[in-house]
């Protein structure tokens, strides 16, 4: 069965701090990894894409890294700000565009 | 990229209603979806809008159930029929630009219905 399972399923953070979602997959074929941010009552929103020959990627203050031989990525917040609060979704993508979403992470930042 | 807009936002319906969710993308897109997101849950993709034909239904989803139309490439709606306060979720419209599968997936805002 195709699943992506992610860690933890929430945590609170201070300002300012840094983060580590995980997120780990059994999808196969393996097409990419996505990582999406959705805040509360709007749609997610696209952070970072990677296929099988990326390890990392950032968009601003996020990294996000694959390792694709153990099927792990992980998404880094870094010096987080209040607004970074929100639901942090993995999703990988099949060769057939299938799609697998994991559950989700949600994050609280607090001031 | 694409700028996907859904209207309603939110509503609230009453048992036995139903209600159609429009989606309108502002440039041509290869595929278009229709998700569902139950309170506190993941995304669940419910079909798949195919442009000119019949919507392609995941298992446990069906048409009588979810109409879905796509008369164009930019345009697309689904129903939500006989609705249950079960059918209480955020439905988000979604949809791949450009004329070649790209992988970027873009999502609308949603609209969040209100099953009492």
């Known amino acids: 069965k195709n699943q992506v399972e992610q860690s933890p399923q929430s945590l609170i953070i201070l300002e300012g701090k840094n983060c580590t979602l995980q997120c780990n997959y059994t999808v196969s074929p393996f097409s990419n990894l996505r990582w999406y941010k959705q805040d509360t009552g709007r749609g997610p929103v696209s952070l970072t894409i990677?296929?099988?020959?990326?390890n990392t990627k950032s968009n601003g203050r996020y990294t996000a890294t694959l390792d694709a031989d153990t099927k792990q990525s992980s998404l880094h917040i870094t010096a987080s700000q209040l607004s970074d609060s929100a639901s942090y979704i993995c999703?990988?993508?099949?060769?057939?565009?299938?799609?697998?979403f994991g559950a989700g992470t949600t994050v609280t930042v607090r001031a | 990229s694409a700028v996907i807009s859904q209207k309603p936002s939110r509503d609230i319906c009453q048992r036995g209603t139903s209600l159609t969710i429009q989606c309108q993308v502002d440039?041509?897109?290869?595929?278009m979806f229709w998700y569902r997101q139950q309170p506190g849950q993941s995304l669940t993709l419910i079909a798949t809008a195919n442009q000119g034909s019949e919507a392609t239904y995941e298992s446990g989803f069906v048409i009588d159930k979810f109409p879905i139309s796509r008369p164009n490439l930019t345009f697309s709606t689904l129903t939500v029929s006989n609705m249950s306060p079960e059918d209480s979720s955020i439905y988000l419209c979604?949809?791949?630009?450009?004329?070649?599968?790209?992988?970027?997936?873009?999502f609308g805002e949603g609209s969040r219905l209100t099953v009492l």
């Open positions: 440039s041509q897109v290869t595929m």
């Open positions: 990677m296929t099988f020959s990326e």
């Open positions: 999703v990988v993508s099949r060769n057939d565009y299938k799609l697998s």
């Open positions: 979604s949809a791949v630009p450009g004329r070649k599968n790209t992988g970027e997936l873009f």
